[in-house]
T-cell receptor
Framework: AQSVTQLDSHVSVSEGTPVLLRCNYSSSYSPSLFWYVQHPNKGLQLLLKYTSAATLVKGINGFEAEFKKSETSFHLTKPSAHMSDAAEYFCVVSDAGGYNKLIFGAGTRLAVHP | DAGVTQSPTHLIKTRGQHVTLRCSPISGHKSVSWYQQVLGQGPQFIFQ???????GRGNFPDRFSARQFPNYSSELNVNALLLGDSALYLC?????????????FGPGTRLTVL
């Protein structure tokens, strides 16, 4: 069965410094992986997705993620944090068992300090 | 194009009551999925409908039911509400071309059960 583990529940960075949010996945298939962001009292916004094309995936707002099969990882990075990046981030794997069920990690809350 | 819309935005019910939540997908999308997000956790899959047929069901009791209409909008019904049903209910649409297309989420309905 597919699953994702987000290794940090909270990450705190200073504005202008790099962001690293860590995610490991477990999948018996070639997975589809996603990062979604959720700002307070808002729905989920797709940041980026990996679907077995290029292993380095570029998303919106300067975020990118690298799929590493040998490490079963899909970490999210951004070179320079902005105050508006403060939000909850979810690593997600798609269950390929016949329909499009998304399996979410527990989330990482990113705080950005001035 | 308008995004996924959900109604109502907020809802307060008492234990034992019934609730109906509504979702309109992005134009052209044929699939609607429902997720429950309890405070502090990642969303959990409830149902997926595609072309008006149930394609997937998560690990939720029979008190939860859903349907999809000919215009691809959807309703989620929850009977005999429990305190633990308090959550943000998210609707996602996908499937302009394929069942496994990327899912786009609405802003959610916040349900509070007293």
């Amino acid at each position: 069965a597919q699953s994702v583990t987000q290794l940090d529940s909270h990450v705190s960075v200073s504005e202008g410094t790099p962001v690293l949010l860590r995610c490991n996945y477990s999948s018996s298939y070639s997975p589809s992986l996603f990062w979604y962001v959720q700002h307070p009292n808002k729905g989920l916004q797709l940041l980026l997705k990996y679907t077995s094309a290029a292993t380095l995936v570029k998303g919106i707002n300067g975020f990118e993620a690298e799929f590493k099969k040998s490490e079963t990882s899909f970490h999210l990075t951004k070179p320079s944090a902005h105050m508006s990046d403060a939000a909850e981030y979810f690593c997600v794997v798609s269950d390929a068992g016949g329909y499009n069920k998304l399996i979410f990690g527990a989330g990482t809350r990113l705080a950005v300090h001035p | 194009d308008a995004g996924v819309t959900q109604s109502p935005t907020h809802l307060i019910k008492t234990r034992g009551q019934h609730v109906t939540l509504r979702c309109s997908p992005i134009s052209g999308h044929k699939s609607v999925s429902w997720y429950q997000q309890v405070l502090g956790q990642g969303p959990q899959f409830i149902f997926q409908y595609y072309e008006k047929e149930e394609r997937g069901r998560g690990n939720f009791p029979d008190r939860f039911s859903a349907r999809q209409f000919p215009n691809y909008s959807s309703e989620l019904n929850v009977n005999a509400l429990l305190l633990g049903d308090s959550a943000l209910y998210l609707c996602a649409s996908s499937g302009r071309e394929r069942l496994t297309d990327t899912q786009y989420f609405g802003p959610g309905t916040r349900l509070t059960v007293l």
